[in-house]
């Protein structure tokens, strides 16, 4: 009950900021249909035709119906909203899925390397903090500078090539990655020290085998929820790589909507991402609690 009452709150607080966003900013989706060769008269009729001016209040009550149906008619453009969304969505959930799991085989790596080869780990350290504290816009134009303007090794934007998501998806995960093994350290630091770590030392195991093995064996529920949580950051903040990378996903869709001043498709992306966003996080409360549990069964 208290998810459902949240989700609720959610849609209306969308809702009011959407609008919110639209009305109060300079110009209007009229003056972007009519250009600048529309008079007076023509601008006035489309803002009618458009419900721009409505007052707040009306437009509020009519943007809710439509989040609760979920049904956001068209664009200024009379397109479907949804499919367009579901377009966008598709090219984020690929540079959010790759990014994902670049992020996990680096985190993964280089947590466990620096574990494994101590000489290594402070220099890691240094390589992961220095990678969360660069602006993801600097790690994207770098990548774009190096490996497409460069070297031409992949295609500097777009969904044309079968590589296009390479750059983004490395520019969208780095810092998730750069976390990741930071989590991964913290993990096997604390784990070191339990029995079944000492038992295996005591037996003659490689370290790499225990740590690779036993010890990620024991943190793959954390790091599942840890991991989703990352993935709804893609989904929702992909925008700026999206952007640089001239890539349609739903962020760049939202960011242009924006800039139209289209409430029906900003409502509809902002719904979209929200209801994913909601979704990961009860999977994510869910493994948290499966795991709490686990953890109180070895203890006893």
């Known amino acids: 009950m208290v998810r459902l009452f949240s989700l609720v709150f959610l849609f209306v607080f969308l809702t009011f900021i959407g609008l919110a966003m639209q009305k109060s900013r300079a110009g209007s989706a009229a003056l972007v249909l009519s250009g600048q060769r529309a008079d007076g008269a023509e601008i006035e009729k489309l803002r009618q035709d458009l419900g721009e001016n409505d007052s707040f209040g009306r437009t509020f009550l009519y943007s809710l119906k439509k989040v609760a149906t979920f049904n956001f008619g068209n664009t200024i453009r009379d397109q479907p909203v ?6 966008g969505f598709r090219h984020t959930f690929v540079l959010a899925f790759w990014a994902a799991i670049f992020a996990l085989f ?29 602006p ?40 998730s990655g750069a976390r990741l093994a930071l989590f991964t350290d913290e993990f096997i630091d604390r784990e ?6 000492l038992t295996a030392r005591a037996s003659g195991i490689p370290s790499w085998k225990i740590y690779s093995f036993f010890v990620v064996k024991n943190m793959l529920l954390p790091l599942l929820s840890f991991w989703l949580l990352e993935f709804g950051s893609y989904l929702a903040g992909a925008a700026i790589v999206e952007t640089i990378f001239s890539v349609p996903g739903i962020g760049s869709l939202l960011l242009r909507a924006l800039m139209q001043y289209d409430l029906n498709l900003i409502l509809g992306a902002l719904v979209f991402i929200a209801v994913l966003i909601f979704t990961i996080t009860i999977i994510q409360e869910i493994l948290d609690k499966i795991y709490a549990k686990y953890t109180s069964e070895q203890a006893i």
């Open 192 to 197: 070191a020290k339990k029995p079944y770590v």
């Open 82 to 87: 949804m499919p367009m969304v579901w377009q």
């Open 106 to 134: 680096y985190g993964l790596f280089m947590g466990i390397s620096g574990r494994i080869y101590l000489k290594l780990k402070a220099r890691a350290m240094k390589l992961n903090y220095f990678l969360l504290s660069v």
């Open 136 to 175: 993801i816009f600097i790690v994207s134009l770098l990548l774009l500078w190096v490996f497409s303007l460069t070297f031409s090794v992949f295609p500097p934007g777009g969904t044309a090539g079968h590589f296009w998501f390479v750059l983004p998806a490395l520019a969208l995960g780095i810092k």
